[in-house]
């Protein structure tokens, strides 16, 4: 074969207004606890995990969560490797002044890795458990942790694991029609019990 074989496609110029396509997921509206654990979890092969390097500033990162409307950060490492993460709660609760006080240093010098939760300390769902179990698991088990999120993980035969999905407090409030007036963990599924029982 050779080039001449093969005929130019045609161009067409760019319409004004024109977006971009983008990973989507497309998740139910409303649930119920007995609902299928998947229909919460923010699966990141539809849908592009938001990631950030560990030596890149909180303020970085909190601009980016901003941006991309989440709460949740991956911190990866040059490779793509997953090396922990970071939430809204790590940077705007107590964890930050804590890591100043410590270090010695202003509030702007903070980078990710002085706050984030590392991969040895991140505790994760097996996708297998997730696939065999119901929302209300999801929420039992974010309550008993005292988490706003978890990490799902798939096994790899390379790698061991692979971070598939995360589980959000907020977004399963949302889907279960449950409004949420704060961020605390505990208010939070005490809210949600409540509201459910009515």
């Known amino acids: 074969m050779v080039l001449r074989d093969y005929t130019p496609l045609p161009f067409t110029l760019l319409r004004a207004g024109s977006g971009y396509a983008q990973p989507a997921q497309v998740v139910p509206e409303r649930v119920t606890l007995d609902d299928p654990a998947l229909a919460v979890m923010t699966d990141l092969r539809a849908l592009g995990a938001v990631i950030i390097l560990s030596g890149d500033s909180v303020e970085e990162a909190h601009r980016r969560m901003i941006q991309r409307a989440v709460r949740l950060l991956l911190v990866v490492d040059q490779n793509r490797e997953v090396v922990g993460v970071i939430t809204a709660t790590d940077i705007l609760g107590e964890k930050p002044m804590q890591a100043v006080t410590q270090r010695g240093i202003r509030r702007e010098e903070l980078v990710v890795r002085d706050i984030m939760t590392p991969q040895d300390q991140l505790e994760a769902i097996d996708l297998e458990d997730v696939r065999a179990s119901r929302v209300g698991h999801i ?21 061991g694991h692979v971070v598939r999905g995360l589980f959000s407090a907020t977004q399963i409030a949302r889907q279960l029609g449950v409004a949420i007036p704060t961020s605390e963990i505990a208010r939070t599924f005490s809210e949600i019990e409540a509201q459910l029982a009515h």
Not at 139 to 144: N, P, S
């Open 139 to 159: 929420v039992a088990t974010l309550k008993q942790s005292g988490r706003q999120h978890a990490v799902v993980v798939e096994r790899d035969a390379a790698r």
